[in-house]
């Protein structure tokens, strides 16, 4: 394993991509670690891109935090000079590029999940621009909890209903186990609709059923 792979690998953070029949449902832990220091209870770790799609992020937030304003302002360009929505794949592949080009120096894992003409997608992509696409997918230290769960439960070809306690559940799982993940959840669904961030009653809700 690479030095700055590893070094990823001691950043706290739990985050889930799933794809459903009619969508996608993205979901990560809100806690802020350095070391064993917590710096943040309640961070942000989903971000919307735009109507129809959004990202995760774990590793260094400063990191992470660029990346997602770059991929924000070329999916508005991309909007504006085509006449129609950035498919989810083309939002990857520029965050692709933008990893490979630092050659590791972002430390950012990063989910990337929306819906496009082609259905629903979820990329997992790594520090040095590798690109996957992915049904079910867990990053960050709480991640071996979080697939503990995923790949118990998860079948493909279930809806975003049938998906959501099983998403809840894993992420509870990793906050419960690992020292770097906790406090809070949040959850994020994107349809043919447009994204949607569920409220903190659907989510006590879910996981008191779940």
């Known amino acids: 394993m690479h030095e700055s792979v590893e070094k990823l690998a001691l950043k ?21 670690t350095m070391g064993y220091f ?21 590793g260094g937030v400063a990191d992470a935090q660029y990346v997602v304003e770059v991929l924000k ?6 909007k504006l000079n085509n006449g129609r929505p950035m498919p989810i794949k083309s939002a990857s592949r ?7 080009s630092a050659r ?27 690109l996957t696409e992915e049904k079910c997918v867990a990053t960050g230290s709480g991640s071996p909890i979080a697939y503990g769960v995923l790949e118990d439960k998860y079948k493909e070809g279930s809806t975003i209903k049938e998906v959501l306690p099983v998403v809840v559940r894993a992420v509870d799982s990793a906050m419960k186990r690992d020292i ?12 043919k609709d447009g994204y949607r961030a569920l409220s903190t009653e659907e989510k006590k809700n879910i996981l008191g059923g779940s």
Do not use: E, W
């Open 12 to 32: 706290g953070t739990t985050t889930v991509g799933v794809v459903c029949t009619d969508g996608v449902i993205l979901s990560s832990d809100t806690r802020v």
């Open 38 to 58: 917590v710096a943040h209870k309640t961070g942000k770790k989903i971000y919307q891109i735009d109507d129809h799609i959004a990202m995760t992020i774990s």
């Open 104 to 130: 590791g120096g972002l430390m950012a894992q990063i989910l990337v999940g929306g819906f496009d003409s082609t259905g629903p997608h979820v990329f997992s992509l790594d520090p040095f621009g590798s």
């Open 73 to 78: 302002v070329n999916a508005k360009l991309y």
């Open 94 to 100: 520029l965050v692709a590029n933008v990893l490979f």
């Open 180 to 191: 770097a993940s906790g406090d809070n959840f949040d959850i994020a669904v994107i349809t």
